[in-house]
């Protein structure tokens, strides 16, 4: 584990696992409000640029279940400068190749390999960074982190499309520019997880860390498993699904609208972060409530096509998003030992990004049914998911 140091290094330390997690998230989410660029420079259709979310999603799962059990038994260091390259990669590969649906997949999924490492690493790393301090503490750093870079590499991508040069390239090459210097400040952070000395267990031990501790499965099961979802379904819905639904409203502004909404989303996500450790182990079911408001805002105005009220429904799934995501993350660090900690913050993660999946899904469906419909149905499976998450707060509370 972490050798004592002065408390000036720690924070060097553990800013610079900070630092690569923004970039990370800042390489994954910079592509969703160009969704509209897209669709009106590249000519592809709606269910495609929802299919480019979707191979986002597909990268994740062997980022977040394999990094973070690798991490525990090969050292957090080669592992998140690894993730850290690959962050820049995508966007090599997307900056060439935007007239090329292959190339616009390879460089999602490169992407979602580097946030999915990001989010799994680099979250114990902060953790076990910041070692004797408030216990809420890590896990807030961490997603703000990682929040923030989604809603900068989001508001800046989304600017330089809309207003620069070169709208398909710009932004991506920012992206790599930032990052480049990353992997080598990387170095020079101190290992927190030493080197398994058996490397021919390695295989078992991975899937040992994918399991939650047997005392902690029915609050998993009915507690984290219900909510962690809607954490991505949530911005999903703020700034994939409504910038399109209101798309006509806004005419030539669409692509400025599109970042706004993301970057309001993931603003008040970052704004109401704090309030999730006070509320401690209410957070579950106060993000439920919110989630749930936010999915009748959006299916309101399927119906409106207003988009004020889909700014509206952003901030509040955006509130809802930043009390999942760090109440999810601290039921996580309670559940988990310090050798399965980054195993389980992949699952964690992996089960919070299948609500991206949701664009492609209601995109996929559309052509049977309508908008006002489907998102009626999402707000009707939140608060199906609302009354399980209270249930299982008040019994697993009495556990």
Not at 259 to 264: E, I, S
Request: aromatic share 8%; glycine share 12%; proline share 6%.
């Amino acid at each position: 584990m972490l050798e004592t140091q002065p408390a000036a290094r720690r924070t060097f330390s553990w800013r610079v696992v900070a630092a690569a997690m923004l970039l990370c998230g800042w390489g994954g989410n910079q592509f969703t409000p160009l969704l509209l660029m897209y669709r009106r420079l590249g000519g592809y259709s709606t269910l495609d640029v929802d299919a480019f979310l979707g191979a986002y999603v597909v990268g994740l799962v062997p980022g977040l279940l394999l990094a973070g059990p690798v991490s525990d038994r090969r050292g957090r260091r080669p592992v998140l400068v690894a993730g850290t390259a690959a962050s820049a990669l995508a966007s090599l590969v997307l900056c060439f190749g935007a007239q090329s649906a292959w190339a616009i997949y390879a460089g999602r999924l490169i992407a979602g390999v580097a946030v999915g490492i990001a989010m799994a690493v680099g979250s114990s790393w902060v953790k076990e960074l910041s070692a004797g301090e408030d216990g809420a503490l890590p896990a807030r750093r961490a997603s703000l982190c990682q929040t923030a870079g989604f809603g900068l590499g989001a508001g800046v991508a989304g600017a330089l499309a809309q207003w620069g040069p070169w709208p398909m390239v710009s932004p991506y090459v920012v992206h790599v520019l930032l990052t480049a210097a990353v992997p080598v400040l990387l170095l020079r952070v101190p290992e927190t997880r030493a080197p398994s000395p058996d490397p021919a267990g390695l295989p078992a031990k991975l899937v040992d860390d994918l399991r939650v501790p047997a005392p902690a499965r029915r609050r998993f099961w009915l507690v984290v498993l219900p909510m962690a979802p809607w954490v991505f379904g949530a911005a999903g819905l703020a700034y994939a699904v409504m910038p399109q639904l209101v798309e006509t409203r806004v005419g030539e502004w669409g692509l400025a609208y599109a970042t706004g909404l993301t970057v309001l989303m993931l603003g008040m996500g970052v704004a109401v972060q704090p309030v999730a450790k006070r509320l401690r182990g209410r957070a579950p079911v106060a993000a439920m409530s919110v989630m749930l408001a936010g999915a009748a805002l959006c299916a309101a105005d399927a119906v409106l096509l207003s988009p004020w009220l889909a700014a509206a429904a952003a901030a509040v799934l955006g509130m809802g998003y930043g009390i999942a995501v760090v109440s999810g993350l601290l039921e996580i660090q309670r559940m988990a030992g310090a050798d399965d900690l980054a195993g389980l913050t992949g699952v964690y993660y992996m089960l919070a990004y299948t609500g991206f999946l949701l664009p492609a899904l209601l995109a996929g469906l559309s052509a049977w049914l309508s908008y006002p419909i489907m998102l009626a149905a999402v707000a009707g499976v939140a608060l199906i998911c609302l009354a399980v998450v209270a249930t299982g707060v008040r019994v697993t509370a009495r556990a």
